[in-house]
């Protein structure tokens, strides 16, 4: 069960890198959301610094890709608001949208397009002229390790090479909020670490990056804030120093959203000794 | 290995009984159509008895299964696991116990049952005498087996191919040839017969090639058998099991190769060009185009919706063609194309899907989705308007009166302005999330949305019906008038009046979509395709 001490503790804590941030980049408020008669997003306050590179962790069905959804202007909540750079999504979505990149869990694109026009095309619905959106997608597919796979259809790519794609379509008009849903899920090794890189050099150029993930070493190595959310609510955020508290992360997780099941002790044929 | 196989097979039609409401309709939808078939094409066959061409019409009948087992196995794949050599392939299975095994599995259900039902009409139609029965009989069984034979050649030899992305596009298209079969079967051929320009005996001079083709040795076998030639009759069935007997080799060899091949989906060709079209229009508008324009000739669905107006043109101009309506059957063609290029498209969200996230970043007011809606109707105009004003002209030419083809064409325009027009109105009121099942490459509404589809195509058929009356009535009321003078003003109005309708779909679908597009987000994120 989650220990109300601990995440009372690190629940005040504004993200950021250390210094004092006059105004967030993503302030998040009374964020609610519910599907029938169950609530996905029971009430979450958020405030994430510009700058940062922070992780939104839980468990499978805790809420993470709702409230994101939500954050990004993809899913409308019941109630709570939502300020990118002070500027409400839902109130003033042109204004706001402008400004953040987002990469989605369940990676779906215009996969009939190759991966260079996908990116141009993005590029191109931001506003930006289609010679530099070129420029920049040939850049991008360059850094994300895609330009000897730039002319064929996003179609034929794999689970990771559309991920990195659509984070080359997230980045291409420079936001300074980048919102990426599970990034790193089915993505392999050395993918992922193109990803990781890409992120650090992008939340260290002063931009923020806002995260989901249930990879808890990934966001150990890479995140300097953290908030963990379960049963759709946030029970724990602050630097990721606050949120530990000594432990590792993944100790930490496991004592706010409590250990769930056996360890498999009905299964005693389960192994080789027992054959 | 055979017992197994066939076990396997009957527990994954039974399993379809037990499973959703919707896999219990259509499994007994499905057996319906096979008992419906088998009668059908028995009491057909059995009808033939004493017809003169009697002979050519049960070998095109024969050649008709086998072209079907050809095809429709490409169209389903996936939907029977056992046609895939790669779903065996971890198991340690011998290729020859494999083959038998695998052929039992596919004389086993409802079709493989309704073929050998149906087609054991040639005992009644063709067989006189005893010996003749008999020979009808083993015919009937060698031509069940030669379809197997050749469907399990033609899906394991393609196997690799069907699961690459490029396999599945092609086998995709495979549905406008079945489409053309249906309308061939549904429309031309009983209005020919009903217009007394079919008899048997038109289809002799198909027969003298089909003759010596399997499913036409068959047939003859049969006829020689009845006029008491029964060493050439035995001989044509020999050849007959002879050549399963090639495609069975043929198929356990592919079937020992696909065992052990390593899957080639990924290795696949480049795209020509480097970036997207339009780049020097610029703007949301200009953007959109440039993607959908790429999707008109890339995506199979689109090409496939591209073929079904096409043939739908054709079929429709079918009177004029004959000679004896030339101006309606021509104004069909010109209306019934423009009214499906729209009326296919009138789910743009749903059919953006779950890929709609990127445009509906930057489609946050009504300018915005005014330009993403007019992006997407100039892609889907630069192809529907060559379409229908060549399409009827070339009817119109063909059927003598070039004219009608000229006149034509302000109803084609209109009525593609009408069609793309309604279709932006129903993406917004009525939009759904679609998906692709397997076994159909066109795509339908994800269960729960069928109230929508339906609306969606049934008010668009109408919406574009009544909106293209002033142009039917303007074509009749200027009869009188000198063609140099009223073709060109038909012209003019029907491609104004058509622009304006399409211009008054893009403003009322955006003024509709305004506010709703992280809804209509949630919808195309549900669909599949």
Redesign the interface.
């Known amino acids: 069960m989650a220990e109300p001490a601990s995440a009372g503790q690190a629940s005040t804590g504004q993200a950021g890198t250390g210094q004092a941030v006059a105004q967030p980049a993503i302030s998040v408020r009374g964020l609610r959301k519910s599907f029938g008669s169950k609530e996905a997003v029971a009430g979450i306050d958020l405030d994430i610094g510009k700058g940062s590179l922070a992780g939104l962790v839980g468990p499978n069905g805790a809420g993470k890709t709702t409230s994101l959804s939500m954050m990004t202007g993809l899913l409308r909540p019941d109630r709570g608001t939502v300020l990118i750079n002070g500027v409400s999504v839902w109130t003033d979505p042109a204004a706001a949208k402008a400004t953040i990149g987002v990469v989605p869990a369940e990676v779906r694109l215009f996969d009939r397009l190759s991966g260079e026009e996908l990116l141009e095309y993005a590029g191109r619905l931001h506003g930006l002229p289609a010679g530099e959106a070129r420029q920049r997608a040939a850049q991008l597919l360059d850094v994300l390790d895609l330009k000897d796979d730039a002319k064929r259809l996003v179609a034929d790519y794999s689970t990771g090479m559309r991920k990195k794609a659509a984070l080359g379509c997230a980045l291409i008009h420079n936001p300074r909020v980048l919102f990426l849903d599970e990034p790193l899920e089915g993505v392999d090794p050395v993918s992922a670490d193109v990803i990781r890189r890409l992120l650090k050099r992008f939340a260290d150029s002063g931009s923020t990056v806002l995260f989901s993930s249930h990879v808890m070493e990934l966001v150990e190595q890479v995140c300097d804030h953290v908030s963990i959310i379960a049963a759709g609510r946030i029970v724990a955020t602050g630097t990721m120093d606050e949120v530990r508290a000594g432990k590792t992360l993944q100790q930490a997780f496991i004592d706010l959203v409590g250990a769930r099941g056996t360890g498999g002790e009905g299964l005693s044929w389960l192994g080789s000794s027992s054959s | 290995m055979a017992r197994i196989l066939v076990q396997l097979k009957l527990r994954l039609l039974l399993g379809a009984l037990r499973a959703t409401n919707a896999t219990r309709v259509s499994f007994i939808v499905s057996s319906t159509v096979a008992l419906m078939v088998a009668i059908g094409t028995f009491v057909g066959l059995a009808a033939l008895r004493h017809n003169g061409g009697a002979v050519d019409l049960t070998a095109v009948i024969y050649t008709v299964f086998a072209l079907g087992w050809l095809i429709l196995p490409l169209v389903t794949f996936g939907l029977d696991a056992t046609l895939d050599p790669a779903t065996l392939a971890l198991y340690p299975l011998r290729t020859r116990p494999l083959v038998i095994g695998l052929l039992a599995a596919s004389a086993t259900g409802a079709w493989p049952l309704a073929n050998l039902i149906g087609e054991l009409g040639i005992t009644v139609g063709l067989a006189h005498g005893a010996l003749a029965v008999l020979i009808a009989v083993i015919a009937a069984l060698l031509q069940v087996a030669f379809c197997l034979t050749l469907a399990r050649l033609v899906t394991t030899a393609l196997a690799g191919l069907m699961r690459s992305?490029r396999g599945r596009d092609l086998a995709a298209l495979a549905i406008i040839p079945i489409f053309v079969l249906y309308e061939v079967f549904a429309q031309v051929l009983p209005r020919a017969i009903g217009h007394h320009e079919l008899t048997a005996a038109s289809f002799a001079e198909v027969d003298s090639w089909l003759r010596w083709l399997p499913p036409g040795l068959a047939a003859h076998a049969v006829q020689d058998a009845s006029t008491g030639h029964a060493g050439t009759a035995v001989l044509r069935l020999l050849l007959v099991a002879a050549s399963i007997v090639a495609l069975g080799w043929l198929w356990a060899r592919a079937l020992s190769h696909a065992l052990v091949t390593a899957d080639s989906s990924?290795q696949?060709?480049?795209?020509k060009g480097?970036?997207?079209p339009l780049?020097?229009s610029?703007g949301?508008t200009?953007?959109?185009a440039?993607?959908s324009l790429?999707?008109q000739r890339?995506?199979p669905i689109s090409m496939i919706y591209w073929g079904l107006t096409v043939v739908i043109m054709v079929v429709v101009s079918l009177s004029a063609l004959r000679g004896n309506h030339p101006e309606t059957g021509v104004l069909l063609c010109a209306g019934f194309g423009g009214a499906f290029t729209g009326l296919l498209r009138g789910d743009l969200f749903g059919m953006a899907?779950?890929?709609f996230?990127?445009?509906?970043?930057?489609l946050?007011?009504r300018r915005?989705l005014r330009s993403w809606f007019a992006g997407q109707n100039a892609a889907v105009a630069v192809i529907a308007i060559p379409l229908v004003l060549v399409v009827p002209l070339v009817v119109a030419i063909i059927s003598g009166h070039p004219v009608n083809g000229l006149l034509a064409m302000a109803l084609g325009l209109a009525a593609t302005g009408a069609g793309l027009g309604v279709g932006d109105f129903f993406s917004s009121t009525l939009p759904y999330p679609a998906e692709q099942r397997a076994g159909s490459p066109i795509p339908r509404q994800v269960n729960g949305f069928a109230m929508q589809a339906v609306g969606a195509r049934f008010g668009g058929l109408i919406a574009t019906a009544i909106l293209v009356i002033p142009v039917i009535v303007a074509i009749g009321a200027t009869g009188s008038v000198a063609d140099a003078v009223r073709i060109p003003a038909l012209i003019a109005g029907g491609a104004i009046y058509g622009a304006l309708l399409a211009c008054a779909g893009i403003a009322l679908g955006a003024g509709l979509a305004q506010g709703k597009v992280?809804?209509l987000?949630?919808l195309a994120a549900r669909s599949k395709l």
């Open positions: 992305r990924t696949t060709a480049s795209v480097g970036a997207l780049g020097r610029g949301l200009g953007t959109v440039a993607r790429a999707y890339r995506d899907g779950p890929a996230y990127l445009d509906a970043l930057v946050s007011d915005a992280p809804e987000f949630q």
